[in-house]
């Protein structure tokens, strides 16, 4: 057998294991030498390490084997309290980071005018005192764009750049700070809660694909195995009111389609049911929650009258009418103890977001959910006080406000930290624009190209998750205080010099003299004070009767936690639901299209941060089982209507752009909505990311109107509407789905492939 | 007067004889060449002459008399036996010199290229195909381990069992005493009565 | 000195807890060096995915399922790949896995044609990564070359390094009760959020697969518990257990469709 593996370890370096060995002293690591025999070298010495995946927001907790210095598997880490050993799609995706073959490999200067995409390599050094000069020149006009970060990297990028008196920006696309203002005014915390879903019996979701996409699904995924225990009789109930048809919305019980915009009416009719009907537990102090109003509060929001405003149709599940519907689902809902109500995505997403998830989170308190084994469980403060529990989600409004200081001149220099938001903004918000100055002097830290460093004048290449430190407090954690640590545990390839950005930042900050508040020599440093720091709390996981013990111990276990040290419940529920009631208002909708655009987060490429990796381009939608490609689910009836087929390119036109993508006809797509995974639409990257045909590949985020949510100025995705045409053309759709069918074979009654049978008809 | 018909047909005959004893000759000039296990070829040049005779020879020999398991210290514990980090071979070179020269110069090469950072790419002598997995642990515990006289070995001693006795080879040699096919495992597996299913070895 | 394990491995799929979300598939893909699966093996129809989700649609908007369906290789005990190879390349071995032998496979894709369940992959094209990405590949799995047929395999690997592993922390022999530690689980179970997969031995009291398959076979065809295997009725006597999923509300079952 002729492989090219037999050929690729001619230019692999030194493999030194910076790490701690699980079973092997740390000295005989150091350094070993690869020799040009891939089966030996291939096989060599096998170690799992204990890390933190960087691949997904919220970082699970993982084990990675490394076999000769080379990261081969990535699993859950068993012990790590979010995920408990489990792993998403997207665990693996680090992999094929690590040893993508277009991953940066040295600093690039730009060498030439601004987007002309030429770039060369640089060495560090020269690089360093580049940006220290650029740095010193525009003191007190430098800014910085990351994602949500946590942890001591986040600390030192906020140290960093206040002292060169900036502002650090922490940017997602679809962010959630509706969502944490509404944790805030509902929980009365700022850190996010955990939803015991594993306990509870019954979970009503509005909008939110937690089993997919949504802030932390693995660790949700894993109480949705638990909640569904069918064998032992305690299956959970769970209905799910959304937009689209989600991975959500395909497992639960009940799928309540609805209109973009009105879940926040349907929460508050689901109360009034449970105060009409007097549903609530004793221990609910209703008079407290609705200022001694009673039912007064939420006059107006009986089912009768609210059912006819939702857009949901009346025969959902065998109800002759949407009231009855509510009324059905609150009796479900107050009658299985304990039940959870929880939102996001599209509730969140409209003009009146807030509204809507005050209104969902409400319910809980009705329910007595809050604080509750298989409730609302409240997470605590973390035990380091660097730390905080939750990230600054910004905004795009806090973007234009940066777009402003830019044409302003008061920002000068800015830098992108492994984030792409010209990709992940619209086109309207005039980033790209701006970023092609030649005032502005951008530094960006990353792994790949892409539509953000497009505009560079210097690009450093940070390293891997899997080649450098760094650690988290879960966002959210699993009831109790939780300290992730990640460590290298492999070193970059010999032809890559990466390197740590956090350590790229200190050593700026030094070299500017500007250290005072950064007195850390290295994240790892940093990593060892907060070892100590635990070391010295005398509780939780991790044993140690050394500091040096204890912190090896911590790496080899990937963390510290302690399941005593839970939260308390500090929500202020007095006149909770008159606070609520008087943000009360319609969605407000962009243009009169003739359909809703619902986007939603791919449930691989997310919001396009894993488009460059292969596993994540062809891992097939849950949903369509499309890979590769940009498509737009619609309502099969509607497309007949329209004699719109599978494959056809169509456009969709919104007031402010109009984009292509290939047709997806679905019979689960309400008839009103048209709904387009983000993720693809790439435009510079590698060619994974970019290689499409005209149509295949479209960014949604271009489609979307400048509406704003109402009290956190977030951008208000699902409230916009679009017209469609067919192009005429059609493409080939890329999906498995019909690829390898077992029902092909034969299927006759009594054959059927998916067997289903109701609560109760069977016993084991 | 030979028919016509004769001497083509002769003709035809000696070219194809020429023809097979051409490729039979091909065959065994490129195995002669190539590598085991395919091949008859000899010890492989390695980028830094290491002396197994010198390390692992008897203290009678001239040697030092080091166990196998020095070095590939992997090998009672993982799959690969796996070749020495060039820090461990450092770690006594800093200090032992060579006896001549030549040695000498050897051992520069090592030193030079630990200190440089630059990997040693050693040549392998024994292979095995890409679809066979060996475990050396599992070999070397079922001949240190067992019930009879055969099977409770020393660990240098285990190592003769397939590659000969390497502490009295200059340059390692291939199939001195096994030649590393099916049929060796085989056998072997079969007089030890374990199993031999396919996926036992093939991955 | 006889090593002689009576296994006999067996998966148990629970669709009710099945949430579609392709981690098995991934992590599959990651721990058996699948080749990457391009746009163009999609446009082919030639993907490869050992262990796929296939996705039912019934009912009409808005009483709509999509039903989940994960399926890899069934490792029948009455399996029709077998009996056709004319080179014994796939076989059922003695601990009831249905095994592929690369190095016998001569391409002739019987296996394929008379697979119930569609499982099994032709490398119709040499498979390529990119050099970097040759780092990932897994060295206890063999890459397979163009012209090989190749499917799930129970990640056989992890069994033999388990197998070996416990032996070594043991000092031992292996027994039955060494092995039904859990110290092992293929990589698509291991990955599994919702325990939705659940692999083990079939003749193991003590596992917990072990009860769904008891039940299988003492009450055919008209047992109260959720197993049920698919296809079964052809007769291929499969080693995975299928667990029915369950609807907790009653739908007017009208023509599925996908």
Known sequence: MKLTRRNFLAW???????????????????????????????????????????????????????????????????????????????????????????????????????ASGRFDSI????????????????????????????????????????????????????????????????????????????????????????????????????????????????????????SRFSVTASNADRWIPIAPGQEGKLALSIAYVIIEEGLYPSNVDISSLTSGQGLNALAGYSPENIGSQLGTPDNVLGSHS???????????????????????????ASTNGLFNLESIYLLNHLVGSVGKEGGVILNPEPPIKELKGYSNSHTLTDIEELIKDIKASKIKMLFVYNANPVYGSPDWSGLE?????????????????????????????????????????????????????????????????????????LTLAQDSGKDSSLPWRSLEDAL?????????????????????????????????????????????????????????KDPKLSGNGEFYLVPFLHNSLLDGRNGDIPWAQGTPDPITSVAWQTWIEINDKVADDKGIREGDVIEIRSGAE????????????????????????????????????????????????????EGTDGLAWAATTVNITNTGTSLRIAKFEGDYESREVGFTEGEELIKTTSPGDHDH | MIPKGNIVAATLVGLIMAGITGFILLVIAISWFSNAPFGLANAPAQPIAFPHTAHAGSVDDGGLGMECEFCHRNVTKGDSATVPALQQCWYCHQKVSGGDEEAQAEIDKLVTAYSDGVPVNWERVHRLPDHVRFVHEAHIRHFTMGDTPETQLEVKEVCTVCHGEVAKMEEVQPKQFQSLKMGTCLDCHRKYDVPTDCTICHK | MVIKIEHKWGMVVDLDKCTGCNGCVVACQ???????????????????????IERYWEGEFPNVKARYLPVMCQHCGNAPCEPVCPVYATYHNDQGLNVQVYNRCVGTRYCINNCTYQVRFFNFWEPTWPERLQNQLNPDVTVRTRGITEKCTFCVQRIRRAEITVERRERTKLNDKTMAARNFMPACVQACPTNALMFGDQNNQEDKIHGYFEELHNHEGHSDSRGYRILEEIGTDPSVIYLKKVDQFKMEHSESHG
């Not at chain 1, 009796?331 to 969140?348: K, N």
């Not at chain 1, 005032?439 to 190209?449: A, Q």
């Not at chain 1, 009103?672 to 479209?698: C, F, H, N, W």
């Not at chain 3, 721990?31 to 796929?52: C, G, H, S, V, Y």
């Open chain 1, 433 to 505: 624009q701006v970023l092609n100055s030649d005032d502005l002097y951008m530094v960006n830290i990353g792994s790949f190209v892409n539509e953000t460093n497009h505009y560079a004048d210097m690009i450093l290449p940070d390293r891997n998750y899997m080649e450098d430190w760094g650690n988290d407090i879960p966002e959210p954690s699993a009831g109790y205080q939780t300290v992730g640590v990640q460590q290298p545990i492999v070193n970059p390839l010999s032809d890559m010099d990466p390197r740590s950005s956090s350590d790229v930042l």
């Open chain 1, 322 to 348: 949407v009231s009855e519907l509510i009324r059905t689902v609150a009796r479900e809902f107050a009658s299985h103890s304990p039940a959870i109500a929880l939102g996001g995505g599209t509730a969140g």
């Open chain 1, 658 to 709: 109009a984009i292509k993508g290939i047709a997806f006809v679905s019979p689960a797509q309400p008839p009103d909505v048209i709904s387009i995974p983000l993720g693809q639409g790439r435009t510079v990257g590698s060619a994974y990311a970019t290689d499409r045909l005209d149509g295949e590949s479209a960014n949604v985020l271009n489609i979307v109107e400048n509406n704003k949510i």
């Open chain 1, 528 to 584: 060892k004070g907060m070892s100590d720091e635990l070391f010295e709390l005398n509780r939780g996981s991790v044993s140690g009767t050394t500091k040096q013990e204890f912190w090896t111990n911590l790496l080899r276990q990937g963390g510290w936690w302690d399941k005593s040290a839970t939260g308390a419940d500090v929500s202020d529920i007095n006149g909770l639901i008159n606070k609520i009631t008087v943000k009360s």
């Open chain 1, 12 to 114: 692999a370096g030194i493999s030194a294991m910076g790490a701690v060995a699980c079973d092997v002293f740390e000295d005989e690591l150091r350094v070993q030498s690869p020799v040009a025999l891939p089966e030996d070298l291939v096989k060599g010495k096998e170690n799992w390490y204990a890390t933190l995946c960087g691949t997904c927001p919220n970082s699970e907790g993982v084990v990675v084997r490394v076999v000769e210095g080379r990261a081969k598997k990535v699993q859950g880490n068993p012990n790590y309290p979010t995920n408990l050993g489990a792993q998403s799609a997207r665990c693996d995706l680090g992999l094929q980071q690590l040893y993508h073959p277009d991953r940066i490999s040295a600093p690039l200067r730009l060498n030439g005018e601004k």
């Open chain 1, 123 to 242: 060495t560090w050094s020269r690089a360093l005192d580049e940006v220290s000069k650029e740095l010193s020149a525009r003191d007190g006009a430098v800014a910085m764009i990351s994602p949500p970060m946590r942890g001591y990297s986040a600390v030192i990028a906020d140290e960093f750049i206040k002292a060169f008196g900036g502002k650090r920006i922490e940017f997602e696309s679809l962010d959630l700070k509706t969502y944490r203002t509404a944790i805030k005014n509902v929980f009365g915390q700022d850190i996010q809660p955990h939803y015991d879903i594993g306990h509870a019996q019954y979970v009503l979701s509005f909008g939110a694909d937690f089993l997919s996409t949504w802030v932390s699904p693995t660790q949700w995924e894993v109480g949705y195995g638990e909640f569904r225990d069918s064998d032992h009789s305690k299956r959970g109930i769970m209905t799910h009111v959304d």
């Open chain 3, 30 to 52: 990651a721990e058996n060096n699948l080749p990457i699966n391009t746009k163009d093996l999609f446009m082919q129809k030639r993907a490869f995915e050992w262990i796929r």
